[in-house]
């Protein structure tokens, strides 16, 4: 069997959109058996119940079509199409990064602190890319600012 016809080792998508990743031999004997996997877990045991708005199905006797309804970030990771026959074995696989905008994991929330005591105000931002989180305050007239990259 020859190696998979469309070729992206990569893939960078925004959440809520929907795609298809596609699996196809250039040659090979039939019939053809397809099975696709995310990280390495066949995608029977992943996205139970709906499969997470993921569909395969085959387009024809030579393609195999991986659908998502509605990206999001549990669908970010590397998929692997495989194609067999008697013969042997063609594999294929890209990773699949979804774009999600900056989310509060843990909100800051408003604190009382007496003067001249320590402060401390937890956050945590997430999101795909990672998201700097800047913290920006006035004291004594002036204005302060704090960046922190992503970890």
């Known amino acids: 069997m020859d190696a998979f016809a469309q070729r992206e080792e990569e893939q ?35 996205f139970a119940g709906s499969r997470g708005g993921v569909n395969v199905r085959e387009v024809d006797a030579d393609s195999s079509a991986l659908t998502f309804t509605n990206l999001s970030a549990v669908h970010s990771g590397r998929y692997e199409c495989a194609a067999s026959n008697a013969a042997g074995v ?5 990773q699949l990064f979804v774009q999600v905008p900056p989310f509060w994991s843990i909100e800051p929330r408003d604190v009382s602190v007496l003067a001249g005591q320590p402060l401390t105000v937890h956050c945590q931002a997430d999101g795909y890319p990672k998201p700097n989180v800047t913290w920006t305050w006035i004291s004594s007239g002036k204005l302060f600012s704090c960046f922190h990259p992503p970890n």
């Open 12 to 46: 960078i998508l925004k959440q809520g959109i929907r795609t298809r990743l596609l699996c196809g031999v250039s040659q090979g004997d039939k019939p053809l058996d397809f099975s696709w996997t995310k990280d390495g877990q066949p995608l029977s045991s992943l």
């Open 90 to 94: 063609a594999r294929q696989s890209t």
